[in-house]
């Protein structure tokens, strides 16, 4: 097993990192920009070392800054974490050059699974259903042809995507070009790539996805699903595990997320993201990296997903056989960000003047606060995630209500009272969640008292 790991990244998941690698008496290098000096990763590495300015472009996406601090302490590896360099080929490739590990899958495959076009032509070889729409970078006038086709409404994608920008749905022939150039320019600008292709719109699909593990051995099993269904503006604010999937479509989506692994020799964890309707499901991507709900497959599993991560870039076997993996109950986990719901949820920084964190069996807070920290504002505005486990979903949505009821944080305005709400919504409760979810309810969501 490696024995020192630099932590390539901030906030709750370099302390979640970190924590795993000292459980495992592995050392740690923390990187941090001038703004996170006093950050709490930094503070429970063994070692850290300052790589930039406070711009993430000076620090966290400074490639150059981040392996020589990896090569002056003599780090054998490096774990990216999510967000800032998890998915850049170019980095893993730099990694594999300077012989230091990259806690990830291979350049070849990072880059493959990046590129979300080349991925669904990739995942059709494979026989994972897709999406119905161009299997790959369309021009206007192919863009117009699918369009024929597949019938309206479509969704114009962008290649290079994330965090769902460079989207634009198109419900009238006539907008479609406007919105196929507008797409294009949004993508240019956001990921330096304008490449776009067309989906039909599944209106108001589940989110679902799957985690996997797979090791250097060609031996791949899977973590069940989590749903992430409850989303604003395509990005993700509650996820849990189990989703409320028929068992049959939940064993066909497993054998589909194995399939996508196994073509394109993943290795690593990695998860498959698909959305359902009607029991049928598709995928939309693949993201080569730990993400940010990954709690919840932990908390029904009892499997911590970084250590796997270290225990296969170490060039281990898989400890578990599929049949090993037992899951137990279920898991829910809601995003606390430092923002203003009522107020368009704008970014709400600040200094944490009281911390109060709910404990009891089943109940788990990631985060990098503590008190009389200052909030720096350069980045993302997500401060904590709260996750609970309980023996059914009635259970554990109740324990969550009563861990955000005495959760505190005050000095910064937060999405807590939100997520509350959220918790307390029949339709929540019946389990009768999709991605138009928080749309549709914004209104009763926000009528709380601050
Ligand atoms: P990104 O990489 O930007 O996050 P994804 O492809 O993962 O983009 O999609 C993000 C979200 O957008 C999905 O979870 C889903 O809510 C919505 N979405 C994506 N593709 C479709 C589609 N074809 N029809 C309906 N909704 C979609």
Do not use: W
Request: net charge negative; aromatic share 6%.
């Amino acid at each position: 097993m490696v024995q020192k790991i630099l932590v390539a990244n901030r906030g709750e998941i370099a302390v979640r990192i970190i924590r795993t690698c000292k459980q495992l008496g592995i050392e740690t290098v923390a990187v941090y920009s001038k703004g996170d000096a006093d950050a709490l990763h930094v503070q429970l590495a063994d070692e850290s070392v300052c790589i930039g300015e406070v711009s993430s472009k000076s620090s966290y996406l400074n490639m150059e800054n981040i392996l020589s601090a990896a090569i002056n302490t003599g780090a054998e590896a490096i774990h990216p974490g999510y967000g800032f360099l998890s998915e850049n080929s170019k980095f893993a490739k730099l990694c594999e050059d300077c012989g230091v590990t990259f806690i990830a899958p291979t350049a070849s495959v990072i880059e493959k699974m990046g590129d979300k076009a080349e991925a669904k032509k990739l995942m059709k070889e494979a026989g994972v259903p897709l999406v119905p729409g161009s299997d790959d970078e369309v021009t206007l006038s192919e863009g117009k042809e699918i369009v024929r086709k597949i019938g309206l409404p479509v969704l114009i994608k962008a290649s290079a995507g994330g965090g769902g920008r460079g989207m634009r749905i198109v419900r009238n022939q006539d907008d479609f070009e406007k919105a196929f150039y507008a797409a294009k320019q949004e993508a240019k600008a956001a990921f330096g790539d304008d490449g776009v292709y067309i989906e039909k719109l599944i209106e108001n699909p589940q989110h679902v996805e799957v985690q996997i593990l797979a090791d250097k051995y060609g031996n791949i099993i899977h973590l069940g699903e989590r749903d992430c269904s409850i989303q604003r503006r395509n990005q993700k604010v509650v996820e849990e595990a189990p989703s409320m999937l028929p068992v049959k479509t939940r064993r066909a989506m497993y054998e589909a997320a194995i399939k996508a692994a196994e073509h394109v020799g993943y290795e690593n964890a990695g998860t498959v993201e698909f959305i359902a309707k009607d029991d049928e499901f598709f995928f939309i991507e693949m993201n080569t990296r730990i993400q940010v709900e990954h709690p919840v497959s932990e908390m029904i599993t009892d499997i911590d997903i970084v250590k796997e991560q270290i225990r296969i870039a170490s060039g281990e076997k898989l400890s578990l056989a599929q049949n090993d993996v037992r899951f137990r109950g279920h898991a829910i986990e809601v995003r606390l960000n430092a923002e203003d719901p009522k107020h368009d949820f704008r970014p709400s920084p600040g200094k944490v003047e009281v911390l109060h964190i709910p404990q009891g069996l089943g109940v788990r807070f990631d985060s990098f606060l503590y008190t009389d920290y200052e909030i720096p504002p350069y980045y993302d505005s997500m401060v904590g995630k709260l996750i609970v486990h309980g023996n059914t979903r009635k259970a554990a949505i109740q324990k969550m209500r009563a861990a955000l009821e005495e959760l505190i944080v005050e000095g910064v305005g937060t999405n807590q009272m939100f997520l509350h709400m959220i918790m307390l919504q029949e339709t929540f409760e019946k389990g009768n969640i999709d991605t138009s979810f928080i749309q549709t309810n914004l209104k009763r969501l926000l009528h709380y008292e601050t």
